[in-house]
């Protein structure tokens, strides 16, 4: 009986921990008119959001809002947002699976 506790601990300290994933953030619409809610944009010209790291995410979403990015549309859509708006949107789709046909 030993043996089976010890060995059922054992696979429990190996067993990879799954993370749930992130609620739904209350701004996500705004940006899911042009990036798709899971992050696969409906629009050509509009960047697919699904897979890419939350980091980088982050960081692009703060570059808009302060305007170092040059883009007038991204400028305003992300002006208004709080920096825990950032956070859960970056979150969510980093958490997207990415499309199979994106670049």
């Known amino acids: 009986m030993r043996k089976l506790t010890t060995a059922a ?13 992130p609620a739904k953030p209350a701004r996500l619409g705004m940006c899911a008119a042009c990036h798709g809610e899971n992050g696969v944009a409906p629009a050509a ?32 859509m992300a002006g208004p947002l709080s920096e825990a708006d950032i ?4 979150q969510w789709y980093a958490a997207q699976t990415p499309s199979k046909g994106a670049p």
């Open 45 to 76: 010209d509009a960047p697919n959001l699904a897979g890419q790291k939350a980091i980088y995410l982050r960081e692009a979403l703060h570059q808009y809002r302060d305007g170092r990015r040059d883009a007038p549309v991204m400028r305003a």
């Open 9 to 21: 601990f054992a696979l429990a300290l190996t067993a990879p921990v799954l993370a749930a994933p």
């Open 87 to 90: 956070d859960q949107l970056a």
